[in-house]
C-alpha cells in the first residue's frame, strides 16, 4: 500500500511540474519584458520550443551581446540563436568648403601681388596650389595664415 501510495505522489509531482511549464507564449513574452528591462531597444525575441531567437538591427556589437545575455537568463529559456543584425557605420560625408573664407583669402593675395595662387578651405584648412614668384613666395604664405585659419596644407610652388 505504501509503494502504490509513492508511485501515486511521484507521478502527481511530475505530472504538477510538467504544467507548470511555461509555453513558448510565455517565454517570449518574459525575454521580451527582459530586454526591455535592460533599455535594449530594436530586438524583438520569439521562442519555439524553448529556444530563443533574436532578431532586429542595434547600434553596434555590445548592444547585440546584451540582447543575447539578458534572454539566456530567463527561466525556461535553453538556448538563444541571435540573429541581430548591426546597424552599418555611417559614412562621413566631405565638409562643404568655406566660400566666405576662401573669397577673403583670394582677396587678398590678389592685393598682395600673389597672382597664380589657387586657394580652397574647408572647415577652415587651407589648401593652396599654384605658381607665384620666388620673391612674393613668403608673403604669399603670410597672407594665408593671417586669415584666421586652422590648417595650412600648402602645395605653392616657387616660380622663377
Do not use: H, R, W
Request: aromatic share 2%.
Amino acid at each position: 500500500m505504501k509503494v502504490k501510495f509513492l508511485t501515486f505522489l511521484t507521478l502527481a509531482a511530475v505530472m504538477l511540474m510538467i504544467g507548470c511549464g511555461k509555453s513558448d507564449a510565455d517565454l517570449a513574452k518574459a525575454v521580451n519584458d527582459k530586454l526591455a528591462a535592460d533599455k535594449v531597444v530594436g530586438v524583438t525575441a520569439a521562442v519555439t520550443g524553448g529556444v530563443a531567437t533574436l532578431t532586429g538591427e542595434v547600434a553596434d556589437i555590445t548592444v547585440k551581446t546584451k540582447a543575447e545575455a539578458a534572454a539566456k537568463t530567463v527561466e525556461g529559456i535553453k538556448s538563444v540563436t541571435n540573429n541581430v543584425t548591426t546597424k552599418p557605420i555611417p559614412v562621413a560625408t566631405p565638409a562643404a568648403p568655406d566660400p566666405a573664407l576662401t573669397g577673403k583669402i583670394t582677396e587678398n593675395l590678389k592685393k598682395a601681388g600673389c597672382t597664380g595662387a589657387n586657394v580652397t578651405v574647408v572647415n577652415g584648412v587651407v589648401t593652396v596650389l599654384g605658381e607665384v614668384s620666388a620673391a612674393k613666395y613668403q608673403e604669399c604664405v603670410q597672407v594665408i595664415m593671417q586669415a584666421g585659419i586652422t590648417g595650412l596644407k600648402n602645395e605653392l610652388k616657387k616660380g622663377s
